[in-house]
Protein backbone atom coordinates (compact mmCIF):
# COMPACT_ATOMS: atom_id res chain seq x y z
CA UNK A 1 0.00 0.00 0.00
CA UNK A 2 1.17 3.45 -1.20
CA UNK A 3 1.11 6.72 1.33
CA UNK A 4 -0.39 7.99 -1.24
CA UNK A 5 -3.64 7.27 -0.68
CA UNK A 6 -3.89 8.09 2.11
CA UNK A 7 -5.95 11.52 3.11
CA UNK A 8 -3.98 13.62 5.74
CA UNK A 9 -7.56 15.06 7.23
CA UNK A 10 -7.94 11.54 7.85
CA UNK A 11 -4.71 10.90 9.46
CA UNK A 12 -5.83 13.71 12.21
CA UNK A 13 -9.37 12.32 12.75
CA UNK A 14 -7.45 8.91 13.90
CA UNK A 15 -4.80 10.49 15.70
CA UNK A 16 -8.12 12.10 17.70
CA UNK A 17 -9.52 8.70 18.28
CA UNK A 18 -9.63 7.76 21.93
CA UNK A 19 -11.51 4.17 21.49
CA UNK A 20 -11.25 1.86 19.02
CA UNK A 21 -7.73 3.65 17.38
CA UNK A 22 -6.02 0.41 16.84
CA UNK A 23 -9.16 -1.45 15.13
CA UNK A 24 -10.02 1.31 13.10
CA UNK A 25 -6.32 1.92 11.88
CA UNK A 26 -6.42 -1.44 10.67
CA UNK A 27 -9.65 -1.39 9.10
CA UNK A 28 -8.61 1.64 7.54
CA UNK A 29 -5.32 -0.57 5.59
CA UNK A 30 -7.45 -2.80 4.78
CA UNK A 31 -10.07 -0.57 2.66
CA UNK A 32 -6.96 1.39 1.63
CA UNK A 33 -5.61 -2.06 -0.01
CA UNK A 34 -8.72 -2.19 -1.78
CA UNK A 35 -7.62 0.94 -4.00
CA UNK A 36 -10.50 3.09 -2.21
CA UNK A 37 -10.08 6.87 -2.45
CA UNK A 38 -9.73 8.29 1.63
CA UNK A 39 -11.74 11.26 1.94
CA UNK A 40 -13.10 12.98 5.43
CA UNK A 41 -17.03 13.30 4.93
CA UNK A 42 -19.50 13.87 8.17
CA UNK A 43 -16.60 14.12 10.21
CA UNK A 44 -15.52 10.20 9.37
CA UNK A 45 -13.23 8.57 7.27
CA UNK A 46 -15.52 7.80 3.98
CA UNK A 47 -14.07 5.81 0.87
CA UNK A 48 -15.41 6.20 -2.48
CA UNK A 49 -14.62 4.62 -6.04
CA UNK A 50 -15.30 6.97 -9.04
CA UNK A 51 -16.67 9.59 -6.66
CA UNK A 52 -19.51 7.33 -5.12
CA UNK A 53 -19.39 6.22 -1.37
CA UNK A 54 -18.58 3.35 -1.25
CA UNK A 55 -17.72 2.08 2.83
CA UNK A 56 -17.53 4.81 6.23
CA UNK A 57 -15.85 3.78 9.21
CA UNK A 58 -17.39 4.95 12.45
CA UNK A 59 -16.51 4.85 16.18
CA UNK A 60 -18.99 4.73 18.79
CA UNK A 61 -18.45 4.24 22.73
CA UNK A 62 -19.59 0.59 23.03
CA UNK A 63 -17.92 -0.76 19.00
CA UNK A 64 -16.73 0.39 15.76
CA UNK A 65 -18.60 0.20 12.72
CA UNK A 66 -17.61 -0.64 8.84
CA UNK A 67 -20.62 0.93 7.32
CA UNK A 68 -21.30 -0.01 3.63
CA UNK A 69 -23.62 2.36 1.73
CA UNK A 70 -25.46 -0.32 -0.37
CA UNK A 71 -24.55 -2.95 2.14
CA UNK A 72 -28.56 -3.74 2.03
CA UNK A 73 -27.91 -4.76 -1.54
CA UNK A 74 -25.41 -7.90 -0.23
CA UNK A 75 -26.24 -11.28 -0.14
CA UNK A 76 -25.64 -12.30 3.42
CA UNK A 77 -26.18 -16.00 2.98
CA UNK A 78 -24.41 -16.48 6.20
CA UNK A 79 -26.08 -13.48 8.33
CA UNK A 80 -23.30 -11.79 9.97
CA UNK A 81 -24.06 -8.42 8.52
CA UNK A 82 -26.02 -5.89 10.93
CA UNK A 83 -28.08 -2.99 9.64
CA UNK A 84 -27.25 -0.02 12.00
CA UNK A 85 -30.25 0.06 14.27
CA UNK A 86 -32.16 -3.23 13.30
CA UNK A 87 -32.29 -4.32 16.79
CA UNK A 88 -34.72 -1.11 17.71
CA UNK A 89 -36.67 -1.52 14.76
CA UNK A 90 -37.26 -4.92 15.63
CA UNK A 91 -38.76 -4.43 18.57
CA UNK A 92 -41.35 -2.76 16.91
CA UNK A 93 -42.90 -4.44 13.82
CA UNK A 94 -44.52 -1.13 12.16
CA UNK A 95 -41.25 0.81 12.61
CA UNK A 96 -39.57 -1.85 11.08
CA UNK A 97 -41.80 -2.12 7.95
CA UNK A 98 -42.08 1.44 7.08
CA UNK A 99 -37.96 2.10 7.46
CA UNK A 100 -37.76 -0.76 5.08
CA UNK A 101 -40.59 0.84 3.22
CA UNK A 102 -38.42 4.21 2.82
CA UNK A 103 -36.21 4.90 -0.29
CA UNK A 104 -32.21 3.37 0.37
CA UNK A 105 -31.21 7.08 0.57
CA UNK A 106 -33.65 8.10 3.21
CA UNK A 107 -32.70 5.33 4.73
CA UNK A 108 -29.43 6.15 4.80
CA UNK A 109 -29.98 9.88 6.14
CA UNK A 110 -31.79 8.60 8.99
CA UNK A 111 -28.77 5.96 9.53
CA UNK A 112 -26.45 8.72 9.67
CA UNK A 113 -28.02 11.17 11.34
CA UNK A 114 -29.16 8.20 14.05
CA UNK A 115 -25.65 6.69 14.37
CA UNK A 116 -23.73 10.23 14.76
CA UNK A 117 -24.13 11.20 18.51
CA UNK A 118 -21.91 9.73 20.61
CA UNK A 119 -24.24 8.82 23.68
CA UNK A 120 -26.64 6.14 23.40
CA UNK A 121 -28.98 8.44 25.25
CA UNK A 122 -28.62 11.27 22.37
CA UNK A 123 -29.02 8.59 19.57
CA UNK A 124 -32.36 6.93 21.01
CA UNK A 125 -33.82 10.19 21.60
CA UNK A 126 -33.62 10.87 17.72
CA UNK A 127 -34.67 7.43 17.10
CA UNK A 128 -37.59 8.71 19.18
CA UNK A 129 -38.14 11.98 17.91
CA UNK A 130 -38.06 10.46 14.48
CA UNK A 131 -40.77 7.37 14.61
CA UNK A 132 -44.04 8.94 13.79
CA UNK A 133 -42.42 10.55 10.26
CA UNK A 134 -40.61 7.28 9.49
CA UNK A 135 -44.74 5.61 10.05
CA UNK A 136 -45.78 8.37 7.80
CA UNK A 137 -43.28 7.39 5.33
CA UNK A 138 -41.03 10.74 4.71
CA UNK A 139 -37.81 10.96 5.38
CA UNK A 140 -35.51 12.78 7.49
CA UNK A 141 -35.74 16.34 5.92
CA UNK A 142 -39.17 15.92 4.21
Known amino acids: MTNKRMNPKVDVY ?3 AKKWKEEMEKLRMII ?3 GLTEELKWYQPC ?3 QNKNIVIISGFKE ?3 LNLFKGALLKDANGILIKPGEK ?3 EIP ?3 TAFEALTPGRQRAYNLYFSAPKQSKTRESRVEKCMQQIL ?3 GLND
Open 32 to 34: LDC
Open 136 to 138: NGK
Open 88 to 90: KLD
Open 47 to 49: YTF
Open 94 to 96: ALK
Open 14 to 16: FSK
Open 63 to 65: YCA
